[in-house]
């Protein structure tokens, strides 16, 4: 049972570069989101869904981008690399609304030159 | 003004020592309250769950809400170096959505033996 499976784990970008960071659940929840944790700053919410072409924006969502074609897969695009972009990403998934665990994947590391 | 504010340590315990950890939040609309725990370069995982106010009790760990003090808490007994980890205390409202937490930065703790 792999849970949720972030890639890559870790990526270099240079400033203007885009990639995509994967998530993908085998655990069938229909509510996944995406996170990233700066010193200082804690966890803060970039998109989130709440199932198969639906999403929305957290906190911070400018400067990225998120789809949901199926229910397994998350990806969240970033389409111009800044530095301000440099953190750790963790994508999540939970089974409701009101379920309150979420799982987390190990996080993708990120950071841009 | 952040909603939650956790302080962020570092602490450091011998072993078998009590451990408290605290968190404030200043939205009174939060109605669950949830404390993780990450291990260095893992993502973090729910180690306690409760809503409204109260304590909840599972095995060496206890927390606490105070929702008139906005202040919730907590506490570790007989510390284990097992133990040593990112203590992260979140919390949310009933209008957002499962996903939507708000997070604490996070209080190290280092459990010595």
């Known amino acids: 049972n792999a849970g949720v499976t972030q890639t890559p784990k870790f990526q270099v970008l240079k400033t203007g570069q885009s990639m995509t960071l994967q998530c993908a659940q085998d655990?069938?929840?229909?509510?996944m989101s995406w996170y990233r944790q700066d010193p200082g700053m804690g966890l803060r919410l970039i998109h989130y869904?709440?199932?198969?072409?639906?999403?929305d924006q957290g906190e911070v969502p400018n400067g990225y981008n998120v789809s949901r074609s199926t229910t397994e897969d998350f990806p969240l695009r970033l389409l111009s690399a800044a530095p301000s972009q440099t953190s750790v990403y963790f994508c999540?998934?939970?089974?409701?609304?009101?379920?309150?665990?979420?799982?987390f994947g190990e996080g993708s590391r990120l950071t841009v030159l | 003004q952040k909603e939650v504010e956790q302080d962020p340590g570092p602490l450091s315990v011998p072993e078998g020592a009590i451990v408290s950890l605290n968190c404030t939040y200043s939205?009174?609309?939060?109605?669950?309250f949830m404390w993780y725990r990450q291990y260095s370069r893992k993502g973090p995982e729910l180690l306690m769950y409760?809503?409204?106010?109260g304590n909840k009790e599972d095995g060496r760990f206890t927390a606490q809400v105070d929702k008139s003090s906005k202040y919730i808490s907590l506490f570790i007994r007989d510390s284990q170096p097992s133990d040593s980890a990112t203590y992260l205390c979140?919390?949310?409202?009933?209008?957002?959505?499962?996903?939507?937490?708000?997070f604490g930065t996070g209080t190290r703790l280092t459990v010595i033996p």
């Open positions: 979140a919390m949310r409202s009933t209008e957002t959505g499962a996903n939507n937490l708000f």
């Open positions: 939205n009174s609309a939060f109605q669950y």
């Open positions: 409760t809503y409204s106010s």
């Open positions: 869904s709440v199932g198969a072409g639906i999403t």
């Open positions: 999540a998934s939970n089974s409701g609304r009101y379920t309150g665990e979420l799982f």
């Open positions: 655990m069938n929840h229909e509510y």
